[in-house]
Every structure is written in structure tokens, then in C-alpha cells.
């Protein structure tokens, strides 16, 4: 079982950062990311990253957002520039411990951009 904890959501204006953290409880965890998800909308992919560094974005925030890990503290970030309003929503953490285990998800941290 592993546990997840975000922080770092808030409310910011259009054009302006966040960086968001999630720590897992244990650091040994092959692929962890973020989703999102807007009122009335379905949950979206954000970005991922492997534990070999490989990342993966959505088309939307390529170039605006950074995704992250220290894989000694279990710890992913996602630096997120150049925020939009389209960008509002619930931000979870993923992770897959190994590729036979299922998906873990943290609590959800709101992110909520001004226009």
C-alpha cells in the first residue's frame, strides 16, 4: 500500500506559478504523475514520470509546466508558469509502485487561476 500527500495548491492569477508536491510513503515506485480534474469535467492526464526520468505531458501545459521526482525522498513536483484559467481544478497525485500493482491516488489539492 502506499500512501500519497500533495501540497502546494492556492489560488494565483492568470499568468502567474505554483509548485505542487506530493511525497509518497515509500520511495521505491516505478511511475508516478499528475491528473487533474475541473467541476463536471472527467480527469485528465497532466504529466508523468518514470523512475528512469522519462516524462510524459499533455498537449496543453507542454512548455508551461515541468514535472519532477527525487526518488530517494519519494517526492514529485510539478512546477507549474504561466498559469491559465483553463488550468482550475482538483490536482492529483498518481503512483504505480511496480508495473503489476494498481494506481494510487492522493487526497486532491485545488488549483484555482484568476482571470
Known amino acids: 500500500q502506499v500512501q500519497l500527500v500533495e501540497s502546494g495548491g492556492g489560488l494565483v492569477q492568470a499568468g502567474g506559478s505554483l509548485r505542487l508536491s506530493c511525497t509518497a510513503s515509500r520511495s521505491s515506485i516505478i511511475k508516478m504523475g499528475w491528473y487533474r480534474q475541473a467541476p463536471a469535467k472527467q480527469r485528465e492526464l497532466v504529466a508523468t514520470?518514470?523512475?528512469?526520468?522519462?516524462?510524459n505531458y499533455a498537449s496543453s501545459v507542454k512548455g508551461r509546466f515541468t514535472i519532477s521526482r527525487d526518488n530517494g525522498k519519494g517526492t514529485v513536483y510539478l512546477q507549474m508558469n504561466l498559469l491559465k484559467p483553463e488550468d482550475t481544478g482538483i490536482y492529483y497525485c498518481?503512483?504505480?509502485?511496480?508495473?503489476?500493482?494498481?494506481?494510487?491516488w492522493g487526497q486532491g489539492t485545488q488549483v484555482t487561476v484568476s482571470s
Open positions: 514520470i518514470t523512475s528512469g526520468g522519462f516524462t
Open positions: 498518481q503512483a504505480k509502485p511496480t508495473a503489476w500493482d494498481v494506481d494510487y
